[in-house]
């Protein structure tokens, strides 16, 4: 019998939450740094990721912004992308759906086309190198306006079909889902999937207008909606996901020990979760490392590791034939690993 931990390891997976600028290891950013002669406030990576302790989700964000503030050419771009492409693919991630924050880019002076082509043309390669397919979900940093939004979605018009969504990220305390009801809006009317980060840090309402004003189509952690048990029916009865992310919310406080994640109360309700790694270089792993922690710490079953799998492609935003493919494959998998 395979012990989990090794199941984990080889069962094929889409990961759905993962922001690309916080899959910027220290040892990449310092060597970017120095490749575009930027100085760098902390004398060795070690010293870097010893900062990397977090109170809230706002101590994150502020070490967050200032890691990406290194990447300044396309080549910066595919450089990053690529080496996370290379980690999921050794993890046995199949599908990536992956978040990007252009105005965290643009806003000190780096040209939306330099994101976008170094993001894609990496996309690109790993289809072809690694075998695994990878989409793009643009960001709105919600600490901003809604105009600085709008403005970021016409500017990156001329290359809609490198994305496939819109997002919400960022500081979530404050800044309600509300706020950005127009841009959401023409971003649905061009044929743009939307997500939104809610009930991470922010209360059950913020889901509640997350479904209701920007009609998301999937939750990006969601954790809060719990301490509402209408909400809860809801995203059960509309089979809504929720892309969770355990080591996250560990390292950022959302929870304060691992066996008290809600992942299990969360599959208790019949909600759609899926398991996902946020920002991996930041908060101690990749997305196995996700599924192992939340796994060992909660006693998931082997059958339940295989749902969470699944909800994952099931959530993705693939046709359905690439789906019934996908989970063919899990399958096929769970019947060789004995
Ligand atoms: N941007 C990157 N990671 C984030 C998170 N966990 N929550 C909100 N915004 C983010
Ligand atoms: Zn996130």
């Not at 127009?182 to 309402?205: D, Q």
């Not at 089979?239 to 950022?252: A, G």
């Not at 020990?257 to 909600?271: I, V």
Request: hydrophobic share 45%.
């Amino acid at each position: 019998m395979t012990d989990l931990t090794t199941f984990i390891a080889g069962l094929p997976k889409a990961e759905l939450h993962v922001h690309i600028e916080g899959s910027f290891e220290p040892e990449l950013m310092y060597a970017l740094a120095q490749r575009n002669r930027i100085a760098f406030r902390y004398a060795s990576v070690d010293e870097l990721r010893a900062a990397y302790r977090f109170g809230n989700l706002q101590d994150f964000l502020d070490l967050y912004y200032q890691g990406m503030g290194v990447l300044r050419t396309e080549q910066d771009f595919y450089d990053l992308a690529m080496a996370y492409l290379r980690r999921a693919a050794g993890q046995a991630v199949r599908h990536a759906e992956i978040f990007f924050d252009p105005q965290g880019h643009t806003d000190r002076g780096v040209a939306f086309k330099t994101v976008i082509d170094g993001l894609w043309h990496a996309l690109e390669d790993a289809r072809r190198e690694l075998g695994l397919s990878a989409s793009l979900i643009l960001c709105f940093l919600r600490h901003l306006d809604e105009e600085s939004a709008l403005k970021t979605l016409e500017e990156a018009l001329p290359w809609r079909d490198r994305f496939i969504g819109v997002g919400l990220d960022s500081s979530e305390k404050g800044h309600p889902p509300a706020k950005f009801q127009r841009v959401f809006a023409k971003a649905r009317s061009l044929g743009l999937h939307a997500v939104a980060h809610a009930g991470e840090e922010g209360p059950p309402e913020y889901v509640w207008e997350a479904l209701d004003l920007l009609k998301v189509e999937r939750i990006d952690h969601g954790n809060r909606a719990l301490e509402d048990a209408g909400l809860t029916a809801r995203l059960a009865a509309e089979r809504m996901p929720l892309t969770v992310c355990p080591l996250s919310n560990l390292k950022l406080c959302v929870v304060h020990d691992m066996k008290d994640h809600p992942l299990r109360r969360m599959l208790q309700a019949g909600l759609m979760a899926t398991l996902n790694s946020d920002d991996p270089a930041y908060f101690g792993g990749y997305v196995n490392e996700n599924y192992i922690a939340v796994q060992q710490a909660l006693g998931l079953s082997r059958d339940e590791v295989v749902t969470l799998a699944g909800n994952g492609f099931r959530a993705a935003f693939l046709d359905d034939a690439a789906k019934q493919r996908h989970l063919a494959a899990l399958e096929r998998y769970c019947a060789t690993a004995v």
